[in-house]
């Protein structure tokens, strides 16, 4: 579940990368970002799982300026949730962190924007990707807000999962279950990247 929380912060920076090929720019990197999945727990309240190990590099696709090239990835083994027995639970027992390709991180590609300002580089957007977690590849849809800040490019994002779709089992801690629909929310920074290494990635 928390492998979703993944999914959002690439797309954020796929957002800002999409505006960058519009402008004619070579693409962005992300320096850092946030993800947090909000676990809503099924006797009421809710828990979060969160890492700042996100990374990657997009730009413009052939397809046209909506289209982003590249990937962005979580790094799953970070998960916390701020107590060692669940995320041990988490890792281990739901992700299957581990296990191989598909597992270790949540992989976020293939995004396609809705309108954005090319020329403002700032706005709200909706976006769709394919998102890789626990080994299966499933479409999402989100929603993305982005901001210039100097150089940089500022973008918060926020999606549903569904964890059955996944072929996570139902995670359960201390006989309290989770859900069957988390959130992802992510903020993220993205630097453009020079030339040959943002077309490269």
């Known amino acids: 579940m928390k492998a979703r929380g993944v999914s959002s912060f690439c797309l954020v920076v796929l957002t800002a990368s999409a ?3 519009a402008a004619g720019d070579p693409g962005w990197r992300v320096v850092r970002g946030e993800v947090r999945v909000v676990c809503p727990m099924t006797v009421g309240g809710s ?14 696709s052939g397809s046209g300026p909506s289209s982003l ?34 597992f270790d991180k949540a992989v976020l590609s293939e995004i396609h924007l809705a309108e954005v300002d090319s020329a403002s580089f700032q706005g709200r957007t909706t976006f769709t990707g394919t998102f890789l977690v626990h080994g299966t590849k499933h479409t999402i849809v989100g929603r993305a807000e982005i901001r210039r800040e100097g150089t940089s490019v500022r973008v918060d994002a926020t999606f549903p999962l569904t964890i059955a779709d996944y072929g996570i089992p139902k995670p359960q801690y201390l006989g309290v279950g989770v859900k069957e629909q988390v959130e992802v929310r992510a903020s993220l920074v993205a630097m453009p990247v020079a030339g040959s290494e943002g077309a490269g990635r």
Do not use: M
Not at 47 to 60: P, Q, Y
């Open 19 to 21: 505006w960058s090929a």
């Open 47 to 60: 828990f979060e799982a969160r890492t700042g190990a996100v990374g990657g590099s997009l730009h413009g």
């Open 69 to 102: 090239d590249g990937d962005l990835t979580v790094d799953l083994t970070t998960l916390d949730t701020g107590i060692g027995l669940r995320n041990d639970h988490l890792r281990g027992e739901y992700l299957e962190v581990g296990r191989g390709e598909g």
